[in-house]
């Protein structure tokens, strides 16, 4: 006879604690590349350049000397000019080189920010009506904010309505503290690279 502990084989499996692993870990992982590019490219921006070196003094010109004085030569006999000049040939062309633009500290860090609130708000559940509607109605609103940060476009007021939607998905009660909570430690990274108004 079967126990009467083991699971039915048609009982489902809650994955929510999956799910909500693998958006802290996607925030974490966020968190972690906007300070190692910002302690990258800062750190490079920063440093010193080497101090020139003076060029050491010129020595005293040596004290001349009388010269001797020498018979006169007589004058060597000039040379015929030649008839023709050989042909000169072009220089060769080098090819041009376009250098990659290197993108700033602050734009590389706000990248990095922007990856992480992708990576939490990818990992919110779509299984049921609800859910999938409060995903779409939060990739709606982030890809508008997205797009006012990519454009330096009010900044600040572009996250602002976006944590407003995440409080709305909140009352409604389609999105929980715990999920709300990870998308918004993903903001203040990104929040950490816009200046202050």
């Known amino acids: 006879s079967t126990s009467a502990d083991a699971p039915g084989p048609g009982r489902p499996v809650d994955t929510s604690g999956f799910r909500t692993a693998a958006m802290w870990i ?29 060029a050491p003094s010129s020595a005293p010109a040596a004290e001349t000397q009388p010269a001797e004085t ?19 040939r072009p220089a060769p062309s080098l090819p ?54 990519l454009a330096n476009k009010r900044p600040n007021q572009a996250l602002d309505k976006f944590r407003d939607e995440i409080d709305k998905q909140r009352d409604k009660g389609t999105l929980n503290l715990l999920e709300a909570e990870g998308i918004k430690l993903a903001l203040r990274a990104v929040q950490a690279t816009l200046p202050r108004e």
């Open 70 to 88: 020498q018979p006169a030569e007589p004058d060597p006999a000039p040379e015929p000019a030649p008839t023709s000049e050989p042909a000169t």
């Open 26 to 54: 996607g925030v974490l992982v966020a968190a972690f590349l906007v300070f190692m590019v910002s302690w990258a490219v800062g750190s490079t921006i920063f440093r010193g350049t080497p101090a020139v070196s003076a």
């Open 96 to 149: 041009s080189i376009t250098l990659p633009t290197i993108p700033s500290a602050g734009d590389a860090a706000l990248r990095a920010g922007i990856a992480g609130v992708d990576a939490a708000l990818n990992a919110l559940p779509t299984e049921t009506k609800d859910a999938a509607r409060t995903s779409a109605a939060l990739q709606q609103a982030w890809a508008r904010a997205k797009e006012d940060l």
